[in-house]
């Protein structure tokens, strides 16, 4: 049996249950809202910080072209000093790295038995002053001449689980030496300060410069006329409490991008 009072009850129930639906609704919209807000917001941030990560980028490479070579810079090490500035309120960090003071794995594509042992000593030494276990300097270097060859298949990447393709072609980036066969993660972090990948089969070494691990190594290296000449820029925007990184390697005589990845150097 139902009264008034009781048909009050249910119509109060009913309005608090509406009320509170609203209320969750609201907040579920302001929610929504702010998330859409900080998505903007970040997207906004890092498309203006990639801009000016550019034009950053044209400014050094304006400064290479200048510059016959790496005797004409003003620091006398393989990397640069960082250099800080300032545009538009995006604080930004740029650092310069040489890749003459690093061997180019390319040089390894199709490469005859003296440039594999060059290698291949570099392997060795490497495991020797850091005491990671690496592959031995004369297996990694024919696995990775192998890697690049447009004319091998090598099945023990086929029989790999899942199965996979050896590269058939030069490398883009030095951190593809992690898919050739022996290679680990701890054998790439123990190479990866000592090697690069530019394009080209040249790899000339800087003898004043490079680590003097590197200048040990291929103390019998000729530059050769004309050798090419590549640096790499990271660039560090810092726009509100976010970090973008850049990396860019440049073939600095001719004032041309190679590669542009948004994310940081490697090694």
């Known amino acids: 049996m139902s009264g008034p009072g009781t048909q009050r009850g249910v119509a109060l129930i009913t309005a608090l249950l509406v009320m509170a639906l609203a209320v969750v609704a609201a907040v579920g919209m302001a929610m929504r809202g702010q998330a859409d807000i900080r998505r903007t917001s970040a997207v906004f ?28 810079l003003l620091w006398d090490t393989c990397r640069s000093p960082v250099l800080p500035f300032e545009v538009d309120g995006v604080k930004l960090e740029a650092t310069l790295d040489d890749m ?25 030494r490497v495991a020797q002053e850091s005491g990671v276990r690496m592959p031995p300097g004369a297996q990694l270097a024919m696995a990775v ?13 086929r029989l790999e689980e899942p199965p996979r393709v050896s590269g058939n072609r030069p490398m883009v980036s030095a951190s593809e030496l992690n898919s050739v066969a022996g290679m680990t993660a701890e054998a790439w972090q123990a190479l990866a ?21 590197i200048q040990e190594v291929f103390a019998d290296r000729q530059a050769g006329e004309d050798p090419p000449w ?17 990396c860019t390697l440049l073939d600095a005589p001719n004032g041309t991008v190679v590669l542009r990845e948004q994310t940081a150097c490697e090694p």
């Open 100 to 124: 003459r003071c690093r061997y180019n794995l390319n040089a390894l594509a199709g490469a005859k038995e003296t440039e594999l042992a060059d290698f291949a000593r570099l392997v060795d």
């Open 230 to 246: 590549y640096m790499r820029l990271q660039i560090v925007a810092q726009f509100a409490n976010r970090r973008f990184y850049q």
């Open 193 to 213: 300060p000592y090697v690069t990948a530019y394009p080209g089969t040249a790899s000339p070494i800087d003898l004043e410069r490079s680590p003097e691990l």
């Open 145 to 157: 001449s192998d890697w690049m060859d447009t004319e091998t298949d090598d099945p023990i990447y």
């Open 45 to 72: 941030e890092r498309d203006f910080s990639r801009q000016v990560a550019l034009g950053a980028e044209n400014m050094v490479l304006q400064l290479l072209e200048r510059t016959k070579g790496p005797e004409e």
